[in-house]
Nanobody, 124 residues
Framework: QLQFVESGGGLVQPGGSLRLSCAAS????????IGWFRQAPGKEHEGVSC????????DYADSVKGRFTISRDNAKNTVYLQMNSLKPEDTAVYYC?????????????????WGQGAQVTVSS
């Protein structure tokens, strides 16, 4: 199973950018599909983006399409989430998750390994 160290969260003004990183260890990273999820207070986990292990295909929630970009560097065992044009409604704890599934999923129950989360706050 993979273990994660997430970084890059923080406070940013609306319209600003942040890049989240998720550094993995403990297993063969390139065999795992990776997802980014977020959870705002009082809400359930929401799938934000995913990238597959097999062909690098990606998917995004409609709410972040055109603003967020997911990428992976298998040589560094790291996945990134570049977040641009941030909005107050993007405020949440962001989690990376992994599973040796085939393809890409935005469904939280498809992932067995989770990071500790990184707080992202978008506020003026």
């Amino acid at each position: 199973q993979l273990q994660f160290v997430e970084s890059g969260g923080g406070l940013v003004q609306p319209g600003g950018s942040l890049r989240l990183s998720c550094a993995a260890s403990g297993a063969t990273f390139d065999l795992y599909s990776i997802g980014w999820f977020r959870q705002a207070p009082g809400k359930e986990h929401e799938g934000v983006s995913c990238i597959s292990s097999s062909d690098g295909s990606t998917d995004y929630a409609d709410s972040v399409k055109g603003r967020f970009t997911i990428s992976r560097d298998n040589a560094k065992n790291t996945v990134y989430l570049q977040m641009n044009s941030l909005k107050p409604e993007d405020t949440a704890v962001y989690y990376c998750a992994a599973d040796p599934i085939i393809g890409c999923s935005l469904v939280a129950r498809d992932f067995g390994s989770w990071g500790q989360g990184a707080q992202v706050t978008v506020s003026s």
